[in-house]
């Protein structure tokens, strides 16, 4: 009889803990945010039409993943945390605000508009990742950026941009330092594109 309670008791135990909830983490999503760059326009806006074609990223920052690095050849992603926008996405809606209010354009489309521009702007996300070494712990963002003359089909000109803040390790601290690094970018990338229309 107390072989029987002993076994009745051990199977109680065993269900309890095969079927109590599991406390698994929960999932934090992080946006990369910005403001829309200001210029005071010395001049009025150029007679210059441009199109900003939809951003692509390389592989493998063309995902939701939040990626970092501990070492030159190693590349991981956080276990919990995703970007809830792709960042090329965002990187793209980024670049269409911040030339509107841009002193060089007359007119900005967007990549989904069929109509005739002068020129077209075709951004690549290279590389976004969080750098967690003895030596560095930052953020960084390098985006390649393609001025093309719409009518010829040929690249007027191309720059890589490099932006890098200084973050401690964390997802969170990654979008912030992300985002930063955006806003600097947008203000580099419209003094660029200026320069190359007042040469």
């Not at 199109?51 to 956080?78: G, H, R, W």
């Not at 919990?80 to 489309?109: D, G, H």
């Amino acid at each position: 009889m107390k072989l029987l309670m002993s076994l009745i008791t051990s199977a109680g135990l065993i269900s309890c803990s095969v079927f109590s909830p599991v406390n698994t983490p929960s999932n934090h999503q992080y946006v990369i945010q910005y403001s829309t760059p200001t210029f005071k326009c010395a001049t009025k806006q150029q007679n210059i039409s441009i199109q900003v074609l939809m951003t692509d990223a390389e592989s493998p920052y063309n995902s939701y993943n939040m990626y970092y690095t501990n070492s030159p050849y190693e590349l991981k992603k956080y276990s919990y945390s995703t970007w809830a926008i792709l960042p090329q996405q965002t990187i793209n809606q980024a670049i269409e605000k911040s030339l509107m209010n841009s002193c060089t354009f007359s007119n900005v489309i967007g990549s989904d508009v069929l109509i005739p521009t002068q020129y077209k702007i075709k951004t690549r996300l290279l590389e976004l990742k969080q750098n967690i070494t003895k030596e560095q712990t930052n953020v960084t963002i390098s985006i390649l950026i393609q001025l093309i003359n719409s009518p010829k089909n040929s690249i007027k000109n191309s720059k890589i941009f490099i932006e890098s803040a200084n973050i401690q390790p964390s997802p969170q601290n990654m979008a912030y330092g992300t985002s930063q690094n955006l806003q600097l970018f947008l203000t580099e990338l419209n003094n660029w594109l200026s320069s190359q229309f007042n040469q």
